[in-house]
């Protein structure tokens, strides 16, 4: 990890929900109704050093979270920002949104499945506080997920060591900490695929982690399926490196020079023997080949191109149809 250094961090994030606090904590909120209200309930009775805040971000649930959310509000006891998106867009893109509203001096981002212990959050608040980190992250001695996932997990880690120059010992978590000065460069990025630990990496080097304990899931199962685990892969792959190309780029380079060798040797052949075979097994060989790599360049540029295509016709990163704040929200704002 790098040396931690003392920083003066700026009090509050600009555009936040209101009067700036210690700790705002971003939650993204998907199929979650079973669990929010405990989840807040306990972060709720944490007491940070400057205060705490909550912002709450239905991605487009289809449960009733949107009505467990608003049901939080009148009798909440710490300011919370419930945001509500028009449609689902993923947990990096609801992240953003929650960041854009959040004003605490340092952001934790934590998901809704009480995976994450509440009284982790303090440890990994002050841990970023005192030693003076831009960005702490939490690993796990012991992950509660299926070993589908956790083999998903380490795969990703290790395509972000290569692409990313991120440390190869730190591991990526939901659960992390950023400094308002983290915060106000990644919530710059207005693409449609967001990649939180991209962005950061591209911000700062002052990283740290911790380590913390993981619960087994209270309610449900994981939102997470291979479907939704490779987009975050081709988010991490093609929103922040060219590496994807320079592999096609090599892999065009080794194929057109393993034919030529194969030329040579055919005409080699030709002249030395005479009576050369037809040839079909080879040439339907090189062929096949050749065109599973072309194949391969072309669908590599094409994830380029469509995402460049979608990114200049303005695709939205999320779309916020409506933001409502508990009554101690509405007095604090009112005070600022």
């Known amino acids: 990890m790098y040396p931690p250094r003392q920083a003066s961090y700026p009090s509050g994030i600009s555009g936040g929900g209101g009067a700036p606090v210690g700790l705002s904590i971003v939650v993204p909120v998907y199929n979650g109704a079973a669990s929010i209200a405990r989840l807040v309930q306990a972060l709720s009775g944490l007491r940070p050093e400057g205060g705490l805040e909550i912002v709450l971000v239905n991605d487009g649930s ?9 049901a939080l509000l009148p009798s909440a006891a710490v300011p919370i920002t419930y945001i509500e998106h028009s449609r689902n ?3 990096h893109n609801a992240v953003m949104t929650g960041l854009r509203h959040a004003g605490g001096s340092f952001v934790i981002t934590m998901d809704d499945d009480l995976q994450n212990p509440p009284e982790e959050v303090i440890r990994l608040y002050d841990h970023a506080r005192t030693q003076g980190f831009d960005v702490v992250y939490t690993r796990y001695a012991k992950k509660h997920h299926a070993g589908w996932r956790n083999l998903g997990s380490r795969f990703a880690n ?10 190869a010992s730190l591991y990526l978590s939901s659960f992390r900490c950023m400094s308002a000065l983290v915060v106000r460069s990644v919530t710059r990025y207005r693409g449609p695929y967001p990649y939180i630990d991209g962005l950061i990496m591209q911000v700062t080097q002052r990283i740290d982690s911790i380590e913390v304990r993981h619960l087994p899931r209270a309610e449900g199962r994981s939102n997470y399926n291979l479907h939704r685990l490779v987009r975050l892969w081709l988010n991490l ?5 060219l590496a994807p190309l320079r592999i096609a780029t090599f892999a065009g380079a080794a194929m057109a020079l393993l034919g030529t060798i194969g030329a040579v040797l055919t005409i080699a052949e030709a002249l030395l023997r005479g009576n050369t075979p037809s040839g079909w097994a ?3 060989t090189a062929i096949l080949l050749v065109s599973g790599v072309q194949s391969m360049i072309l669908g590599v540029l094409g994830e380029y191109v469509g995402r460049t295509f979608l990114s200049a016709n303005g695709k939205p ?19 600022a």
């Open 62 to 70: 289809p449960d009733d979270s949107a009505n467990v959310c608003r």
């Open 89 to 91: 867009f993923g947990e």
């Open 158 to 167: 290790k395509v972000a060591d290569w692409l990313l120059d991120k440390p």
């Open 237 to 241: 792959a093609t929103s922040f490196s």
């Open 282 to 284: 080879s040439t339907m």
């Open 317 to 335: 990163q999320g779309t916020v149809r409506s933001v409502e704040r508990s009554v101690v929200r509405k007095r604090q704002d009112a005070a």
